[in-house]
């Protein structure tokens, strides 16, 4: 019975250390390109490791390519407000809609499900025209805007199953001593919730810092590109591409969400347990 339960414990980290290697190969990659010259990088077999490692590629990123800093200011810029306004916004809303039945709740509940079934292609259009309207195209407060209504439903569906797991006896306790909603919300039940607030907000920046489509249909001016769009049109040619460089400029790029992952994995991890349990 013992080497049976061994057997399939060494089939369980096998199998692990099979899907590790599979989700890890392309981080790998990246690095490994990254430290080839540009020639090394088209050779064919490729190598699995560079032949004479050089940093030449991140050395052109700080000397030549500046405007890569254009791009990633850009970027924490978007992403950070995005995350700020997301997270705001559902404080509030995911709050109502863990607290207030009635009978049109579950409407309101199945409206931001099905609001996350549609592509983001398919409201591209109407979209454009809406800002086209009101003059924020081609600027990052219609960006800023563009991504936190896209990610506003998800948000407030998961800040509500936070709220899901706070005892309403702790809000009647408050009321019976005078508090008021509001009072109650931000003093007593906030504080509670704080790592489903972190899982919010970290889950609005990673989705923003990656976004590529409205970035690309909102954004026309070179100065006001996000890191993904300007990649794909400054540094992507049409007859060749500088795989080195291209690759560093992933790795940079991807550096704050990995230093994200190191330091809040924790409190990501612990904040979603809790909203994933209710009672």
Not at 189 to 199: D, M, N, R, S, T
Not at 240 to 253: F, H, R, T
């Amino acid at each position: 019975m013992k080497r049976k339960q061994i057997g399939l414990q060494c089939l369980m980290y096998a199998i692990m250390a099979l899907i590790l290697v599979f989700l890890l190969f392309p981080v790998y990659w990246m690095v490994v390109t990254a430290l080839k010259t540009n020639m090394e990088a088209y050779k064919y077999p490729p190598t699995l490791a560079p032949n004479e490692p050089t940093v030449s590629s991140f050395k052109s990123l700080l000397t030549v390519n500046n405007q890569f800093f254009v791009y990633y200011k850009n970027n924490f810029i978007v992403s950070g407000f995005a995350a700020l306004i997301s997270t705001c916004v559902a404080l509030v809303s995911g709050y109502a809609l863990s607290r207030f039945h009635f009978k049109w709740n579950r409407w309101i509940l199945a409206g931001l499900l099905s609001s996350q079934m549609f592509p983001v292609v398919s409201r591209m259009i109407s979209l454009y025209g809406l800002l086209g309207k009101v003059n924020l195209i081609n600027t990052r407060v219609g960006l800023i805007l563009a991504v936190v209504a896209a990610q506003i439903p998800f948000c407030t569906i998961l800040m509500s199953s936070f709220y899901d797991a706070i005892p309403r006896e702790l809000e009647e306790a408050a009321t019976v001593d005078g508090s008021k909603r509001f009072q109650t919300l931000f003093q007593v039940i906030v504080p509670l919730v704080k790592p489903g607030i972190l899982a919010v907000g970290i889950y609005s920046f990673l989705m923003t810092w990656d976004d590529y489509l409205h970035a690309a249909t909102l954004i026309q001016t070179d100065a006001l590109r996000t890191l993904s769009v300007g990649i794909a049109l400054r540094y992507l040619g049409e007859l060749s591409y500088d795989w080195s460089l291209v690759n560093a400029i992933s790795v940079v790029g991807a550096l704050p969400m990995i230093l994200l992952f190191v330091f809040f994995q924790k409190y990501m991890v612990k904040g979603l347990v809790a909203g994933a349990v209710k009672g």
